[in-house]
């Protein structure tokens, strides 16, 4: 499950899944990082890499955490003016967490799937001497 942690004038988003995990995943099951009406198809939610934003439609990670795990992180600045920042952080990103959590859910059974499927073909090359 990914979290929520105010620092100073910023929070940060620390996902549940490795940078390099979620890499994979993007580029072997890129359908897994969204969420999709299934009536009218339209995307509702989607996870990216390489930036650093969130907002009610997605939320693209540029970071990692500075553990061994390497979780995909994005952090968003707190506006100076703002009061109540825990008031804050659940306004911006409260409905982003949850869909990042619904898509995390999936994510461990997709990766194992990919895992699998590498395997088989590495277990197939041969190397001629």
């Known amino acids: 499950m990914s979290k929520i942690t105010i620092a100073g004038n910023s929070f940060v988003v620390t996902s549940s899944i490795s940078m390099e995990n979620l890499e994979l995943v993007k580029k072997h099951r890129p359908k897994a990082l969204k969420i999709v009406d299934e009536e009218t198809r339209e995307e509702l939610f989607a996870v990216g890499i390489g930036g650093n934003s969130l907002n009610s439609v997605g939320i693209s990670f ?68």
């Open 62 to 129: 540029g970071g990692v955490s500075n553990n061994e795990e390497k979780l995909a992180t994005v952090t968003v600045p707190i506006p100076s003016d703002v009061e109540d920042a825990k008031a804050y952080v659940q306004e911006k990103a409260g409905a982003a967490l949850v869909n990042l959590n619904r898509i995390e859910a999936g994510i461990n059974e997709v990766l194992e799937e990919i895992q699998e499927e590498q395997k088989k073909v590495t277990d197939s090359i041969t190397v001629a001497v």
